[in-house]
């Protein structure tokens, strides 16, 4: 062979091998690669849920949920508000004063929310903004069965109220211990968001003892448990469950500025809900043990003021003349760090552990006083000053209205030396005599109205009914008589 045949074989040989070597590897792809394609996501059909295959380290909430969605109702409400309308009518104005120009006008509402069953025979926990203005309350079971409930309570503070149906036989939710629940933990949200039937949502406890100041009132008590499970309008009312079912609190209220859940709801915990529920069973009000101290939240300055190694507890602004605390010793400036042995480092977690407590029960309080540690056992007060049990009148429940004094500010402008504000009617006695929000009554039977006390030892003085005597914002007197019997 001579050296050009032996150059033109050696080059197709060469080309021979590496053209097999790209068709193998070719092939080898095509057979053992799997092809990598973009993955367009359309966001307005994503799911809820991750892949099976992301879920191996996850608890199995499966047993909380079955548990809880038949113990969890639907609640809905009918009722009726009133409306405020300024017409700004000046020459009103002129002739009778700020304010005549106002009407009032009332609308019929519904509204929907959640509860949760905690006996067999037909108790219902529920929230009272829930069913504050309704005139009717239907409960949907998760069996679709339909009842009529009545309202056996409410506690306006902490936003709880009692339902009761008549049922039997009924499934409930064994309550749990909101104090053992740990930042991280995980915990499902059941209710009735947007009227979607027995919906259940997980997340984790993201804090505990969280205050948000949504309750305006004067006596505040808001403890609430903060979790990152989705909560939505529809599900106030509903259970908070850990991952053995058993309910640890009640789903109130979200932070968002929407509307819709933005990333963190809060629920009452179990340890206050328990207490205002058995009270209300027992007595129809709630009997709350008052301290006696007005508190603030301590900070480094006044740690650093009070010569304190770090910054805990909570510090005593003022202390009640004649309250338990005075009467026990402990003073203005004192800083409280425990409660029962409980330790103490902000203002919601002092209120939800004193509110556990009745009026006449004792509790240890251990305050920081001078740098040194002094133990103090308080007597708890309820808001009169005393120790005994606050009954609630039936009669005066059934007036269905609440009420808040009247400022200096409307003394002046209306001419009245005292008076009690209508501030909410729902059904009851006061709307059968067509009394409207805004009504200041000054006499109820001939005795000066000044405070709610006032009225309520006229009406459990009365033997068939009141004869108010009051006056409008706008300046217009009316008379009502108001029927007590059944």
């Not at 509402?109 to 926990?125: E, K, P, Q, Y």
């Not at 079971?141 to 009545?150: E, G």
């Not at 500010?409 to 501030?423: A, F």
Request: hydrophobic share 40%.
């Amino acid at each position: 062979m001579n050296i050009k045949n032996f150059v033109i074989t050696f080059v197709v040989a060469i080309f021979g091998a590496f053209t097999g070597v790209i068709i193998y590897s070719k092939l080898s792809e095509k057979h053992f690669r799997i092809e990598e394609k973009p993955v367009y996501v359309d966001s307005r059909k994503q799911y809820a849920s991750m892949p099976v295959s992301m879920q191996g380290g996850l608890p199995d909430l499966t047993f909380a949920a079955e548990k809880s969605v038949h113990a969890v109702v639907h609640v809905n409400v009918k009722g009726r508000v009133t409306y405020e309308y300024n017409f700004g009518n000046p020459l009103l104005d002129f002739f009778f004063g700020p304010g005549s120009g106002i009407r009032q006008e009332t609308r019929p509402v519904m509204g929907f929310g959640s509860g949760v069953i905690l006996t067999n025979d037909g108790f219902i926990v529920t929230n009272n903004h829930v069913i504050e203005n309704a005139d009717e309350i239907e409960v949907v079971l998760n069996d679709r069965r339909t009842f009529k409930a009545i309202k056996a309570g409410c506690d306006p503070i902490t936003d709880l109220a009692l339902l009761k149906i008549e049922a039997s036989d009924l499934q409930y939710l064994k309550y749990g211990d909101s104090d053992e629940l740990k930042i991280g933990e995980w915990v499902l949200a059941v209710g009735n968001p947007f009227n979607l039937t027995s919906t259940v949502t997980a997340g984790i406890v993201s804090a505990k003892s969280r205050s948000i100041q949504l309750n305006e009132r004067q006596i505040e008590l808001e403890s609430f448990i903060q979790t990152d499970a989705a909560v939505n309008a529809g599900n106030s009312g509903g259970a908070l469950v850990n991952t053995r079912g058993e309910l640890i609190g009640i789903n109130t209220a979200i932070a968002s500025n929407t509307g819709a859940f933005s990333g963190y709801s809060f629920a009452i915990p179990v340890s206050i809900v328990k207490k205002v529920i058995a009270d209300l069973m027992e007595f129809g009000e709630v009997q709350r043990g008052l301290l006696g101290v007005s508190i603030g939240e301590m900070n480094s300055d006044l740690a650093k003021e009070l010569n304190l190694d770090r910054v805990r507890g909570v510090y005593v602004s003022e202390v009640v003349e004649d309250g338990g605390a005075k009467l026990a010793g402990i003073r203005r400036g004192d800083v409280i760090i425990s409660v029962n042995g409980d330790p103490i480092n902000t203002v919601p977690e002092l209120h939800e552990r004193v509110s556990r407590h009745r009026p006449g029960d004792k509790i240890e309080i251990i305050a920081i006083r001078d740098g040194k540690n002094k133990t103090f056992s308080v007597t708890l007060r309820n808001i009169h000053g005393n120790t005994d049990v606050i009954h609630t009148s039936s009669i005066f429940t059934a007036l269905g209205v609440k009420f808040e004094p009247i400022s200096e500010k409307e003394k002046q402008t209306l001419r009245i030396r005292n008076g009690l504000k209508v501030t909410n009617i729902s059904s009851g006695k006061f709307r059968d005599a067509g009394i409207n929000v805004g009504y200041i009554i000054t006499k109820a039977n001939r005795v000066p109205i000044s405070k709610e006390d006032d009225l309520r030892k006229v009406v459990e003085l009365a033997d068939e009914g009141l004869f108010l005597t009051g006056i409008y914002p706008n300046g217009r007197i009316a008379y009502y008589a108001v029927n007590l019997q059944d």
